[in-house]
Nanobody, 119 residues
Framework: QVQLVESGGGLVQAGDSLGLACVAS????????MGWFRQAPMKEREFLAS????????NYGSSAAGRFTISSDGAKNTVYLQMNTLKREDTAVYYC????????????WGKGTHVRVSS
């Protein structure tokens, strides 16, 4: 079992940057890939970015490409999401997720951290 805890959410102004972090604990050897999702009010959950634990390969959803950057620190069992040029449309609950050996599905989920962007 893997536990994921997100942090870094908060209230920011449009145009600002914000960094999120997700710490994995438990059976971290089971993790193949970690990723970030978000869900805005009245919207479906949206994939933002993922990173493969072993080789650092990244993948981005269309809404994140160009403004968001995912990275990881294996020594800290942590994945990050750096968000730049935030827009009000980025307001959402941001979730960290992980899968087993990069084969899916997304097996583990954090409880989310709220990001609110004012305009």
């Amino acid at each position: 079992q893997v536990q994921l805890v997100e942090s870094g959410g908060g209230l920011v102004q449009a145009g600002d940057s914000l960094g999120l972090a997700c710490v994995a604990s438990g059976r971290n050897s089971e993790i193949g890939r970690m990723g970030w999702f978000r869900q805005a009010p009245m919207k479906e959950r949206e994939f933002l970015a993922s990173i493969t634990w072993s080789d650092g390969r990244t993948n981005y959803g269309s809404s994140a490409a160009g403004r968001f950057t995912i990275s990881s620190d294996g020594a800290k069992n942590t994945v990050y999401l750096q968000m730049n040029t935030l827009k009000r449309e980025d307001t959402a609950v941001y979730y960290c997720a992980a899968d087993r050996n990069s084969v899916g599905p997304w097996n583990y989920w954090g409880k989310g951290t709220h990001v609110r962007v004012s305009s």
